[in-house]
Structures are given as C-alpha cells and as structure tokens.
C-alpha cells in the first residue's frame, strides 16, 4: 500500500503564510511527479503546483510568485510553501503523488485526506 499524510495546514489571516507537507510510505519504486491540488467551496479541484521528477514546475496562475513547490527526494516528501495569502486561497488542499510501486508496475496517482487551509480577511 501507499500512504500520502499531509500536514501544515490551518487558520491565517490574509497575507500570512502557511507551509504544507507530505510524505510519501509504502510500497514505492519511483515517483515521478509529486504535486498540490485544491478544492475551494463550491468549486472544482483544480491543480496549484506540480514538481516533476527532472527537477520541472509548473503552477497555476493565480499563484504563482506566491507559492512555491520543493521536494525531499530522500524523503519522498513534497512542500507547497505560501506566502501572501489570499482569502481567495481557502480551500482543501490534497497531495498527489504519480508514481510506480514495482519496477514492472504501471504508474498510478495517490492521493492525501487533505488538508483544510482557511484565510481570513
């Protein structure tokens, strides 16, 4: 089995920062990207950063020079620091992982329980 927890988030007031964390256990051969996903109140998850294996980011818009994604391949632990929040922000924020569990294996996406991040004005 794979397991992704999340940790980090939480209540803070417009123009704050918050840093996420996940971590990444269990059966892994590879991990090819790692990556951010929200889903606001009445909205659709959207994508907020990704980090590919070759070292590549990509993020949305609407945050990017606010948000940044690293990672601890060591670990298989990813980071979305946030800086400059935004009411606009508030969200559940769920971790994904698209990875390989064996060499022979296909690559599949797992998910966290999400994490809910609440910015205030």
């Known amino acids: 089995q794979v397991q992704l927890v999340e940790s980090g988030g939480g209540l803070v007031q417009a123009g704050g920062s918050l840093r996420l964390s996940c971590a990444a256990s269990?059966?892994?051969?590879?991990?090819?990207?790692m990556g951010w996903y929200r889903q606001g109140p009445g909205k659709q998850r959207e994508l907020v950063a990704v980090?590919?294996?070759?070292?590549?980011?990509n993020y949305a818009d609407s945050v990017k020079g606010r948000f940044t994604i690293s990672r601890d391949n060591v670990k298989n632990t990813v980071y979305l620091q946030m800086n400059s929040l935004r009411p606009e922000d508030t969200a559940v924020y769920y971790c994904?992982?698209?990875?390989?569990?064996?060499?022979?294996?296909?690559?599949?996406?797992?998910w966290g329980q999400g994490t809910q991040v609440t910015v205030s004005s």
């Open positions: 980090s590919a294996s070759g070292g590549s980011t």
């Open positions: 994904n992982a698209r990875l390989r569990r064996t060499l022979i294996g296909t690559m599949n996406d797992y």
């Open positions: 269990g059966t892994i051969f590879s991990i090819n990207a």
